[in-house]
Each structure stands twice: as structure tokens, then as C-alpha cells.
């Protein structure tokens, strides 16, 4: 073979190498920005011209799980198994997938391959703790997060994951690890989602409101963040504004009972030289109760339109929305 055809070649094959990195490379700020369907036609473009290429398996299995197709995603991470089954980015893809569709033992599996690999990453422990966490091992996943950060302090996804399972155990480690996520990256929407579930879950719902709507105006499409806006301030502003009076008149009738030991009488034994007087007195109990609690609430809701305005309008807007997806759904 001449020596020009085979530098042709090998100009041929270099060329597509360049043309199946770029595709690659594309694929994977695409999907970085949020762009699944691009970074899923960018990594099937990369397999069409070199179908055994891995990295452009991972992408595409990456992309399809994003896009909530998790059975396409097994297979495609499988065949990516089939080709370099000693590959650790092959085992950290899987242990993602197998995750996002609960085949928890699978997932276990490929995070021990991943860390028999790689035993000194701080991912290795990270893997352990995503696995712990979607099994509802939150101890478990709190100890593996906590060693993955003493290797790495600034691993953003173990610093949620050790915040997400410390809030039932301890909701103050909990914020410590969400504020330390958000000084890492600012702008993560689910961050201050998550800050303010630590801060609901210690009483602070004021507090807990303002960053569900912060979460909710740099990401309008966080729908976990809207409702957690919704229900906290509502929480904060007291019962409902539409508690009925047969509510607030049966919710006092254990009240009075308690108080008088006459009415409690009248109530268990129905005495009819008691059930009117009983009756009577229960009926102006739940008045007030209910007279009250709209008091109440209404005060706080001017409160909140005169002292944050933004946050008012929110709320009212996150209601009325409540209101009329009952009235359809």
C-alpha cells in the first residue's frame, strides 16, 4: 500500500474522530443547559458515524433519562456495559439510571463496580449515599454523603444529598448543607427549594416562604417550590380564610365539653335540661373561634401585602391557581 493512500486513511479517520468528538462535546453542553433533545440527537448523530464509540452511549443513555424515557435508558447503558464493562464513567452512568427507575439492587451493584475502580473518589461514597437516599435509608445516605465531603468539600450533589437526608434527623444540619450548596452555585432553584423545607421543618415559615419564592422566580417551572410557597404561607397566615362555621362550632365543642362540666353532660348523655343552654353556648364558642381565626388570617394578609408586596401578589396568584385546578381537575 503507497504511502500516500495510507496517510488518506488515516487523514479519513482523524477527521471522523474530530467530527464524533465534536458531536460529543455538543451533546453534552446541550444537555448541560437543559436541552435533552439536542444532546440525544447530537449523541445519536456521534453513534451513526461510530457505533461502537461509548462515551456516545452514555450521553444518549444521559439524555433519555433526563427526557424520562429510563427504559431506553437501560438498554442503551447496558450495550454501553457490553462495550467497556471496566469502565468507571460506564458504572457512574448506570448507578444514575438504575437509580431514576429504582432498580435500587442494580444501581447498588454499579456503584460498588465504581468504587472498586475508583475507591479513593469522593463519588464512589456519593453513588453509596443516591443509592441509600432512594431507598429511604436516610442514615445511611447521610454517613456516605458525610464521607464523600470529607474528600471533597465542595461536591455540590453530596452536599444536597447529606441536606436532603438530614431533614427529618436534624433539620439545622440540614440548612449548614444546603447554605454551603448555594455558595457553591447560587443560582440552583432546588437548592433554596431545599433550604426553605429545612427552615419550614424548624417553625421558620416566614423565612421559608421568601426562599420558596425565590426559588419560584428564578425558576418559574419549579413546581415543587410554587406549592411549598402556597402551603407555607398559608400555614403562616393561620387556617383557611374559608373555614366554615359548622367546622369552627364542631372544633369548639370538645372546648366548651372540657371546660364545663355541665355541657359535657348534655352532650354524652343528651340531657334535655342541658342541650339547649349546651347548644346555645357551642353556637357562640364557634362564632368567636371561627370569627378569630378569619381575623387572624386576614390581619397577616394585609401584613404580608403591605410589608412584601412581591410575595402577596404570588400568593394570591398560587391560591387562585389551587382554586381553579380543583374546579377542573
Given at each position: 500500500?503507497?504511502?500516500?493512500?495510507?496517510?488518506?486513511?488515516?487523514?479519513?479517520?482523524?477527521?471522523?474522530?474530530?467530527?464524533?468528538?465534536?458531536?460529543?462535546?455538543?451533546?453534552w453542553v446541550?444537555?448541560?443547559?437543559?436541552?435533552?433533545?439536542?444532546?440525544?440527537?447530537?449523541?445519536?448523530?456521534?453513534?451513526?458515524?461510530?457505533?461502537?464509540?461509548?462515551?456516545?452511549r452514555l450521553?444518549?443513555?444521559?439524555?433519555?433519562?433526563?427526557?424520562?424515557?429510563?427504559?431506553?435508558?437501560?438498554?442503551?447503558?447496558?450495550?454501553?456495559?457490553?462495550?467497556?464493562?471496566?469502565?468507571?464513567?460506564?458504572?457512574?452512568?448506570?448507578?444514575?439510571?438504575?437509580?431514576?427507575?429504582?432498580?435500587?439492587?442494580?444501581?447498588?451493584?454499579?456503584?460498588?463496580?465504581?468504587?472498586?475502580?475508583?475507591?479513593?473518589?469522593?463519588?464512589?461514597?456519593?453513588?453509596?449515599?443516591?443509592?441509600?437516599?432512594?431507598?429511604?435509608?436516610?442514615?445511611?445516605?447521610?454517613?456516605?454523603?458525610?464521607?464523600?465531603?470529607?474528600?471533597?468539600?465542595?461536591?455540590?450533589?453530596?452536599?444536597?444529598?447529606?441536606?436532603?437526608?438530614?431533614?427529618?434527623?436534624?433539620?439545622?444540619?440540614?440548612?449548614?448543607?444546603?447554605?454551603?450548596?448555594?455558595?457553591?452555585?447560587?443560582?440552583?432553584?432546588?437548592?433554596?427549594?431545599?433550604?426553605?423545607?429545612?427552615?419550614?421543618?424548624?417553625?421558620?415559615?416566614?423565612?421559608?416562604?421568601?426562599?420558596?419564592?425565590?426559588?419560584?422566580?428564578?425558576?418559574?417551572?419549579?413546581?415543587?417550590?410554587?406549592?411549598?410557597?402556597?402551603?407555607?404561607?398559608?400555614?403562616?397566615?393561620?387556617?383557611?380564610?374559608?373555614?366554615?362555621?359548622?367546622?369552627?362550632?364542631?372544633?369548639?365543642?370538645?372546648?366548651?365539653?372540657?371546660?364545663?362540666?355541665?355541657?359535657?353532660?348534655?352532650?354524652?348523655?343528651?340531657?334535655?335540661?342541658?342541650?339547649?343552654?349546651?347548644?346555645?353556648?357551642?353556637?357562640?364558642?364557634?362564632?368567636?373561634?371561627?370569627?378569630?381565626?378569619?381575623?387572624?388570617?386576614?390581619?397577616?394578609?394585609?401584613?404580608?401585602?403591605?410589608?412584601?408586596?412581591?410575595?402577596?401578589?404570588?400568593?394570591v396568584m398560587?391560591?387562585?391557581?389551587?382554586?381553579?385546578?380543583?374546579?377542573?381537575?
Open positions: 500500500m503507497g504511502a500516500g493512500l495510507v496517510n488518506e486513511l488515516s487523514d479519513s479517520a482523524n477527521e471522523l474522530d474530530r467530527r464524533v468528538t465534536a458531536a460529543v462535546e455538543r451533546g446541550a444537555l448541560e443547559l437543559g436541552r435533552a433533545a439536542i444532546a440525544e440527537r447530537e449523541a445519536r448523530a456521534a453513534l451513526a458515524l461510530s457505533s461502537q464509540h461509548v462515551e456516545a450521553l444518549l443513555a444521559d439524555a433519555l433519562l433526563s427526557q424520562k424515557r429510563g427504559d431506553e435508558a437501560i438498554v442503551v447503558v447496558e450495550e454501553a456495559f457490553a462495550l467497556a464493562p471496566d469502565t468507571s464513567a460506564v458504572h457512574l452512568v448506570a448507578c444514575a439510571v438504575f437509580c431514576e427507575t429504582f432498580a435500587l439492587d442494580r444501581a447498588f451493584a454499579a456503584a460498588k463496580a465504581f468504587a472498586q475502580l475508583e475507591p479513593d473518589s469522593s463519588m464512589a461514597h456519593s453513588l453509596f449515599a443516591e443509592v441509600a437516599h432512594r431507598g429511604g435509608d436516610f442514615r445511611a445516605a447521610a454517613e456516605h454523603a458525610r464521607r464523600a465531603l470529607a474528600i471533597d468539600p465542595d461536591d455540590v450533589r453530596s452536599l444536597e444529598l447529606f441536606g436532603l437526608a438530614q431533614l427529618d434527623l436534624d433539620p439545622r444540619q440540614a440548612e449548614a448543607a444546603f447554605l454551603r450548596q448555594l455558595s457553591i452555585d447560587p443560582n440552583a432553584s432546588l437548592a433554596l427549594n431545599n433550604l426553605g423545607v429545612a427552615l419550614e421543618r424548624q417553625g421558620r415559615l416566614w423565612e421559608a416562604a421568601k426562599l420558596f419564592e425565590s426559588a419560584v422566580r428564578r425558576d418559574p417551572t419549579n413546581e415543587l417550590a410554587r406549592n411549598n410557597t402556597r402551603l407555607t404561607l398559608r400555614r403562616w397566615s393561620g387556617p383557611a380564610a374559608g373555614l366554615g362555621l359548622g367546622a369552627a362550632i364542631a372544633g369548639s365543642k370538645g372546648l366548651v365539653a372540657a371546660a364545663v362540666p355541665g355541657l359535657a353532660k348534655a352532650f354524652s348523655e343528651a340531657s334535655p335540661k342541658w342541650l339547649g343552654v349546651g347548644l346555645a353556648l357551642v353556637a357562640l364558642v364557634g362564632l368567636g373561634v371561627w370569627g378569630f381565626v378569619r381575623g387572624r388570617r386576614a390581619f397577616r394578609l394585609r401584613k404580608l401585602e403591605r410589608e412584601d408586596p412581591a410575595l402577596y401578589r404570588m400568593f398560587l391560591e387562585r391557581d389551587a382554586v381553579e385546578g380543583r374546579a377542573t381537575g
